[in-house]
């Protein structure tokens, strides 16, 4: 069974920095495609950035500049380094794992992650 659990999370005041961290087990990590989503209230979930088994990055628009998306497969482990943030950034993150052919906008999560809570105060 799979199991993705995020942590990292937290309140930052704008233009601080937050790293979330995803710990997968379950499922052999090194050859799959990760994501991170976003959602925030009332509105719907958004890919922010996606990484092939290779380390092949893709970003959301919003995401690109200020967040960097990277992974530990030792340590089946998959990060988001977020800074320059904005109270606009403020959503709960989801770590997201699939197919690893499918990356970028045509990424495919087949399992997910309970969530992390990031809030960025103005």
């Known amino acids: 069974q799979v199991q993705l659990v995020e942590s990292g999370g937290g309140l930052v005041q704008a233009g601080g920095s937050l790293r979330l961290s995803c710990a997968a087990s379950?499922?052999?990590?090194?050859?799959?495609?990760m994501g991170w989503y976003r959602q925030a209230p009332g509105k719907e979930r958004e890919l922010v950035a996606t990484i092939t088994s290779g380390s092949s990055t893709r970003y959301a628009d919003s995401a690109k500049g200020r967040f960097t998306i990277s992974r530990d497969n030792a340590k089946s482990t998959v990060y988001l380094q977020m800074s320059s943030l904005k109270p606009e950034d403020t959503a709960v993150y989801y770590c997201?794992?699939?197919?690893?052919?499918?990356?970028?906008?045509?990424?495919?999560?087949?399992?997910w992650g309970q969530g992390t809570q990031v809030t960025v105060s103005s």
């Open positions: 997201a794992q699939g197919p690893n052919q499918y990356f970028g906008n045509y990424f495919r999560p087949e399992y």
């Open positions: 379950g499922s052999i990590v090194t050859i799959k495609a």
